[in-house]
């Protein structure tokens, strides 16, 4: 028995439940007498739905294939060998959930070795090799096409990516130092560094192909049909694949530099998996694969065995399971139909609001304001909309009419909403006003309609306290930008009933919205963590802190942007209007300052100008700033942040405001753009032994985003 099917037979032992793929091997006779063809198909038999995925199994099938055709290759039964996948999908690399199982370094460092004992065979084999993207490929599935000598790819294909740096890995099978030996560092720092830390962007076809990945495109339709007609041409050198000679000069360490900051600018050293991928990059430069593979293999199990990966892991399966299944949503039956939606407010946030529910449900939307004025200038945002929509090719000429027609503005509500099955406010964030407008609605939509309220710190049982039908009133707290944050908060108030959550669950699924149940109190999840988190960050620089030690504190947790730049982000008015609000909640724990208070007074956006292109504290607000002498290191600032953000949470838990701390990692991954490779907020938390400092224990179990004991 080799060494390489012993390695693979004691890691499919670690993971029994492996979904395994299929390596089917079955010969056909290219045209033109280009010779018999070994044609090897990736499928794991099961539909689309199901990613084909490569595990320890999987991969000692695709070896035992490998023995088979590397015979016919030696023998000179056939003339080429090529890799395929089922029906929309190549392969989609490892399979994270035999990943998660591992519990040691040398376990993790026999994943990384096998996959390279496998995939190299490709590049060795006596006869040319061809790699037919015809589907999804990412990650493992990208690399071994890598190992081929060539490569088409379907225009058709949605998804194509190295996604291992997104999670907390590098592409450890090849991929590293492979990618940039094809097509150029700079190139493969765009694939391995740049899409994955942007929030894991896929290429299309088309991408894939004027990279110089794939040296052939083809429609999808017959894309198997022409690779092989193409491949025939190649075997016999009627066609000659020529790439571009790869620069291996400055332009090779221009190109890791480049990296590096992208990685800098993302996570700001807080997280290796970037830092190591770039490594392996600027080393590949020499051609060396033996030592390339030998030191993705080391960084690969390294980045397994740490924490990174564990909690990159645990926020997929929160965005990709838990998401799905919303802990604690009513049964699906009970949800109502919605055929027409009403929209309280014409302003932007409502318009927003108004061009969703249109382009996800297709039914009528008609919005309302205080003024025709108001009502024609919010139709017209969402027509706007649409005919860019239009421009850009995502809608043709029938959808957009049909879409326009759809949404109305009038100012009577009574007309607008009288046979509306759900309708939402999105006013001026103050009780009275949303306590009138919902009396205004229920007095003329019908008895079944859901009322929902986009209130971001409210109380919808306080909304909803004096209206006779109080168990139809339900949150439903959005995040700007609308189109591009996943996260719903659904809101239970005191009363809601069952039926109305259910439909307001149902609604957000054909939102394509991430929803999560939600208790109601002060301010829901989002925004009474960053409210805390912020708030902390605003006292220790009202204490005497300098603003630029205080923001950079905080850059070893590798968030989007610092909190002062959130706080723009935001509006320092509706900062302060969401602090206010839980400082009477809760004034032992939530301050006002009155320094953010003399900055909205001022009418300041932000605490930073960018007349250099930097943020650089805004002159007339350091003016504003009245400080005490309380200085802190950055090591100080940065505890006492963590320390209150992770009271928060534990109070949170404990009072029911989410099922379990799952929920707000979810919430801050969808809603905060929170890192990923941080697993949201709680693992980092426990990690860092915050969790156990401050609560006295950690808030998840060893193993959910943490090295199984």
Not at 91 to 109: P, S, T
Not at 178 to 188: F, K, M, S, T, V
Not at 396 to 422: C, H, I, M, P
Request: with cysteine.
């Amino acid at each position: 028995m080799s060494s390489t099917t012993e390695l693979l037979k004691g890691a499919a032992e670690l993971f029994p439940g492996e979904v395994v793929t299929e390596a089917h091997v079955r010969h056909l006779d290219l045209p033109g007498g280009a010779g018999r063809f070994a044609l090897i198909t990736l499928d794991n038999g099961l539909d689309h739905t199901k990613p084909t995925t490569i595990g320890p199994q999987s991969l000692a099938n695709l070896n035992a294939a490998i023995d088979q055709v590397e015979k016919e290759a030696a023998e000179g039964t056939v003339t080429g060998v090529g890799v395929t996948g089922k029906p929309f999908i190549f392969a989609v690399g490892a399979d994270l959930k035999g990943v998660e199982l591992l519990k040691n370094h040398a376990d993790a460092l026999a994943i990384g070795k096998g996959g390279h004992d496998v995939f190299r065979r490709l590049s060795s084999l006596a006869v040319p090799t061809f790699a037919y993207y015809n589907g999804a490929a990412m990650g493992g599935g990208v690399e071994i096409g890598l190992h081929c000598s060539y490569r088409t790819v379907s225009q058709a294909i949605p998804a194509f990516s190295l996604p291992e740096v997104f999670l907390g890995l590098v592409p450890g099978w090849g991929g590293c130092a492979l990618l940039p030996n094809l097509i150029g560092a700079d190139r493969a720092v765009s694939v391995i560094i740049e899409n994955a830390l942007n929030q894991n962007r896929q290429l299309k076809g088309k991408q894939v192909y004027e990279l110089g990945i794939a040296d052939a495109i083809f429609e999808g339709a017959d894309f198997l049909e022409q690779s092989l007609l193409w491949t025939a041409s190649v075997l016999k050198g009627e066609i000659a694949v020529e790439r571009p000679e790869v620069d291996r000069g400055e332009a090779w360490d221009q190109a890791v530099a480049r990296g590096r900051a992208i990685a800098d600018s993302k996570v700001h050293g807080a997280a290796p998996a970037a830092y190591r991928a770039l490594e392996i990059i600027g080393a590949a430069r020499s051609g060396d694969l033996g030592a390339g593979f030998d030191a993705e293999d080391q960084a690969l199990a390294d980045l397994i065995m740490g924490g990174e990966l564990r909690s990159g892991i645990y926020s997929f399966n929160l965005v990709q399971k838990r998401a799905k299944r919303p802990a604690g949503a009513p049964d699906k039956s009970l949800a109502r139909p919605v055929t027409k939606v009403g929209v309280v407010g014409a302003g932007l946030m409502a318009s927003q609001l108004a061009l969703l529910f249109l382009r996800r449900l297709e039914v009528p939307v008609v919005l309302t304001d205080i003024d025709q004025e108001r009502i024609d200038k919010g139709v017209g945002y969402v027509h706007a909309e649409i005919d860019k929509l239009l421009g850009k090719g995502r809608v043709n000429q029938d959808k957009a009419n049909r879409l326009k027609a759809l949404v109305t503005g009038v100012l009577d509500k009574a007309e607008g909403f009288f046979d509306a099955d759900f309708v939402i406010e999105a006013v001026f964030e103050e009780i009275g006003v949303k306590q009138q407008v919902f009396a205004e609605v229920e007095a003329v939509a019908p008895a079944h309609a859901i009322l929902a309220t986009n209130t971001s710190s409210l109380s919808v049982t306080e909304m909803a306290s004096k209206l006779k039908n109080p168990e139809r009133v339900v949150g439903f707290h959005f995040f700007n930008p609308v189109a591009v944050l996943p996260l719903l908060e659904i809101v239970r108030g005191e009363q809601t009933d069952e039926a109305s959550l259910a439909t307001a669950f149902g609604v957000a699924r054909k939102l394509k919205k991430t929803a999560v149940l939600v208790k109601d109190a002060p301010a829901f999840v989002v925004n009474r963590i960053l409210t805390r988190f912020m708030g902390e960050i605003q006292d220790i620089i009202d204490e005497g802190t300098p603003v630029e030690t205080a923001e950079k504190a905080i850059e070893p947790l590798g968030l989007p942007m610092s909190p002062l730049v959130l706080l723009e982000l935001v509006g320092p008015a509706i900062g302060l209007h969401v602090s206010e609000t839980l400082n009477r909640a809760f004034p032992e724990r939530f301050t006002v300052s009155e320094n953010l208070a003399a900055v909205v007074k001022a009418g300041k956006r932000g605490f930073y100008v960018y007349d250099s292109g930097k943020p650089e504290l805004d002159p007339e607000v350091a003016a504003l700033l009245q400080q005490g002498d309380t200085v802190l290191t950055e090591d100080q600032v940065r505890d006492r942040v963590l320390d209150a953000v992770a009271q928060e949470i534990g109070l949170m838990l404990d009072e029911g405001v989410v099922a379990e701390a799952q929920d707000i990692d979810l919430c801050l991954i969808t809603g905060a753009g929170w890192p990923f490779h941080l697993g949201g907020i709680t693992p980092y938390l426990d990690r860092e032994g915050v969790s156990e400092r401050v609560n006295g224990k950690k808030f998840l179990e060893q193993g959910v985003a943490s090295v199984p004991a």
